[in-house]
């Protein structure tokens, strides 16, 4: 059974940091793309960064380029993002996403993700 689970959300100030975790069991990583989404209220559900199956190759929208970072460490099996620099407008519930197998053109899109974490809610906020 694959389980995805989140930590490290919370609420911080703008220009404030703070670096998510999504620690994966039962998910053989490497197998696939790995990204992480988010969703504000009444908002569809965004992808925000992706890191391919080899991690050699990251994607970010164009919003969040130079400010967060995508990275994951295969021996913990253990995906994060940094995010620094923060803004009100990045405030939402962000997901991390297991598939699909290839980043490239796809990883953008929710339905293509195979599995999805409960979620961890990030606030900017002064």
């Known amino acids: 059974q694959v389980q995805l689970v989140e930590s490290g959300g919370g609420s911080v100030q703008p220009g404030g940091s703070l670096r998510l975790s999504c620690a994966t069991s039962?998910?053989?990583?490497?197998?696939?793309?790995m990204a992480w989404f988010r969703q504000a209220p009444g908002k569809e559900r965004e992808g925000v960064a992706a890191?391919?199956?080899?991690?050699?190759?990251?994607y970010y929208i164009d919003s969040v380029k130079g400010r967060f970072t995508i990275s994951r460490d295969s021996a913990t099996n253990t995906l994060y993002l940094q995010m620094n620099s923060l803004k009100p407008e990045d405030t939402a519930m962000y997901y991390c996403?297991?598939?699909?197998?290839?980043?490239?053109?796809?990883?953008?899109?929710?339905?293509?993700?195979?599995?999805w974490g409960q979620g961890t809610q990030v606030t900017v906020s002064s």
């Open positions: 039962g998910y053989t990583f490497g197998s696939g793309c």
């Open positions: 996403a297991a598939g699909p197998p290839s980043c490239a053109g796809r990883w953008r899109v929710a339905q293509n993700v195979n599995y």
């Open positions: 890191i391919s199956a080899g991690g050699s190759s990251r």
